[in-house]
């Protein structure tokens, strides 16, 4: 399972921007896919995830800012950000849960994405 992060970049505080996450390989279904994120000197936190059905939750202190979504039959899922803030800064990682084949098998799989950065200035 490979995850393709795009979208990242530097944008001014209170801007927006909208990152992808393809997924691709011998994929049977994706469970959970969402995004988590990484400043320097912390450790990785959830921002958003979707769940095959459609469920989302997301991290406090994003809330009423970011809105994650997901298109099923491209295998993707969306994190638009909007209202960023400086604290936002981070590089983000996508992160999908998925039934994918291993040899003659399909077996219950966790990928990361190479992971991209989001630089917000004040």
């Known amino acids: 399972v490979q995850l393709q992060a795009s979208g990242g970049g530097l944008v001014q505080a209170g801007g927006s921007l909208r990152l992808s996450c393809a997924a691709s390989g011998s994929i049977f279904s994706i469970n959970n896919i969402g995004w988590y994120r990484q400043a320097p000197g912390k450790q990785r936190e959830l921002v958003a995830r979707?769940?095959?059905?459609?469920?989302?939750n997301y991290g406090d202190s994003v809330k009423g800012r970011f809105t994650i979504s997901r298109d099923n039959a491209k295998n993707t899922v969306y994190l638009l950000m909007s209202s960023l803030k400086p604290e936002d800064t981070a590089v983000y990682y996508c992160r999908a849960d998925t039934l994918a084949l291993h040899g003659d098998n399909w077996v219950a799989t966790g990928a990361w994405g190479q992971g991209t950065q989001v630089t917000v200035s004040s």
């Open positions: 979707v769940t095959s059905g459609g469920s989302t």
